[in-house]
């Protein structure tokens, strides 16, 4: 498994692929690896020749400067996990901000049709463009044939299909599941920052949401909605920040429900200073 930390490097690497029609991988990454990320690399292996995977903790996208440097690095410790796997067919792409941003850290402003002003829109000024910005910038890098993105972040990968539409960029979105622990929690590099007792309790968002799949079934958005937030009103650890039931595609929020449609629920929330998403799938 090699590890590149230049652009250039990885660049002539994969252009010799490309010559030899390889076909190629990208898991994009921001480090902090976890089961979820080894099954969207394990999954990539299955149907790509070799796989890149990034670990970068892109600057742009942090609207909090505290998330920023708190945000859990270890890369040493990121390659043994990778190396668990088919790690011969593996690349690691591991930039340094200049090598990525060339001392311009900056986001491009982009226009995903509303995508972006929508829950994570809402709370986090200028997310969408910075991972626009640098999922654009590896796609541009590596030019792989499909990327994988997990569904926990299931705003982030509406947005990432509307990019590569807008841009016209030639690579397969795959949409993987989300992991989770036995406990339910959705598997985050963030819940390594969890306390004991925030850890103990932030299964209760999944339960919660699974929980407002079952009222969903014969009650309005609007009454599981208040149901919802009635729940965190009275829980002592976990602080909500939104529940939200919403069109999958347009990710806009339900008014009234239709037969045809697909649903999901999308949840924010507090565990101490930690904010934690998860979303379910609601038919
Ligand atoms: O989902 C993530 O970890 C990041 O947003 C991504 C896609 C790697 C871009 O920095």
Partial sequence: MKVYTEKQQIVAAI???????KILGLVPTMGALHEGHLALVQKALENNDYVVVSIFVNPTQFDNKEDLVKYPRNLERDLELLKTLDENK????????DDIYCGKTESEKFNFDGLEFEME???????????GTIVKRFFDIIKPDNAYFGEKDFQQLQIIKKLVEKYHIPVNIIPCPIHREESG???S???TRLKPEYLEAAPFIYNTLNSAKVHFGTKSADIVTQWVESQFESHDLLKLEYFIIADTTTLKTV???????EYRAFIAVYADDIRLIDNIALN
């Avoid at 593996?90 to 901000?97: N, Q, R």
């Fill in 121 to 131: 829109g809402k709370f986090r000024p200028g997310h969408f463009d910075g991972v």
């Fill in 255 to 261: 008014k009234h429900k239709t037969n045809n449609k």
């Fill in 15 to 21: 252009d010799k692929f490309k010559a030899e029609n």
């Fill in 189 to 191: 590099s963030r819940n």
């Fill in 90 to 97: 593996i690349l690691v792409y591991a930039p340094t901000v």
């Fill in 185 to 187: 929690l959705a598997m």
